[in-house]
């Protein structure tokens, strides 16, 4: 069982930075790939970013150049600094983690409770 719990969501002027932190429980951590995806109102979750548990990293083109995605294993933790952000990244986020590629959404097991990034312009 792995228990996922997000951090770091906010309110941000468009152009403003947010780094979202996803902390893991468990000691599996290495063997995962973690996810992040969003959700914003009136729309299906979608893929953001994910990274394999070899280190391996894909964002969607939608953010790619602006966002990142890491994780620390130490600290079981996986981020997602997100800069030059703009008001259509305004979404709740959620964390996954699954043995699966990082852009299948339904092969993740697990997610977190979600955070909320509001982008004003």
């Known amino acids: 069982q792995v228990q996922l719990v997000e951090s770091g969501g906010g309110l941000v002027q468009a152009g403003g930075s947010l780094r979202l932190s996803c902390a893991a429980s468990?000691?599996?951590?290495?063997?995962?790939?973690f996810g992040w995806f969003r959700q914003a109102p009136g729309k299906e979750r979608e893929f953001v970013a994910g990274?394999?548990?070899?280190?391996?990293?894909i964002l969607s083109d939608s953010v790619k150049g602006r966002f990142t995605i890491s994780r620390d294993s130490a600290k079981n933790t996986v981020y997602l600094q997100m800069n030059s952000l703009k008001p259509e990244d305004t979404a709740v986020y959620y964390c996954?983690?699954?043995?699966?590629?990082?852009?299948?959404?339904?092969?993740?097991?697990?997610w977190g409770q979600g955070t909320q990034v509001t982008v004003s312009s």
């Open positions: 996954a983690a699954g043995r699966t590629l990082p852009f299948d959404k339904g092969g993740y097991d697990y």
């Open positions: 990274i394999t548990w070899a280190g391996g990293s």
């Open positions: 468990g000691r599996t951590f290495s063997t995962y790939t």
